[in-house]
């Protein structure tokens, strides 16, 4: 099953695939499964998975052999994030997950870096670059109805990391990466009703037309106006007493 908190970009996924590599005990010179498979696994496209097990060779982490796939190269303990962004993210995850976090602060902080991030995008971004973006918007409304709670929120939070990785602000796509972890667990307890889906939808294409127009001023506007509306969701939730029985 895919996880929710799967980040977009190969740098991402190349965290998810020392994950896997972990969690199924995977040692030196075992063989990991089919690209089509691990694909499958993440949620993601057969290429995204091709670049990270690219970049995930080039940490020391697999060896990629030609028509044989790839491989367990060096355990995961011993292979370090290789761009100091990189450190920085992990690092900040780790810090994070020491303990539990405020969730107003978590999203305090979402707020000031995704403000920042999508005015850089908007400024920054050729329209070549917005394929990704449309690409998960079409993935988030093919997703069935009664799936879309899990996979909704993945893909929710790989659009804006995309828009983090659009900025070309390294270190603060980073520092979101990790706070979008952390909030993750909160976004899948919501209750996703049809009105939020379309609203949250509207609000995603609201975004996206501010940066296919370049606009810096109103993608942020349409960023605040968005995190509100889950800020606002997140709210509702914690006024309500927990079900009993």
Known sequence: ??????????????????????????QPGDRLPSIRDLADHFGVKAGLVRDALLDAQGRG??????????????????????????????????????????????????????????????????????????????????????KRRENYVRLDIEFHLEIARLSGNAVMAAMLCAVMEELAPHLLELRWSPKRHSDTEESHARLYSALVAGDASLAQQETRNHLQHAYKSLLDRIRQPPKVG
């Open 61 to 146: 982490l697999v060896k990629v052999l030609p028509r044989a796939g790839a491989f367990v190269e060096t355990p995961v303990e011993s292979v370090q994030p290789s761009t100091s962004a990189e450190r920085l993210g992990q690092r900040l995850r780790e810090l994070l997950a020491a303990e539990n976090q405020n969730l107003f602060h978590l999203l305090d902080a979402r707020e000031t870096l995704e403000l920042s991030l999508i005015a850089q995008a908007a400024r920054k971004r050729q329209i070549e670059d917005l394929f990704s973006l449309r690409d998960i918007l079409e993935q988030m409304a093919a997703i069935p109805p009664k």
């Open 1 to 26: 099953m895919p996880s929710a908190t799967s980040s977009i970009g190969s740098a991402g996924l190349v965290d998810q695939l020392a994950q896997f590599i972990q969690q199924q005990s995977l």
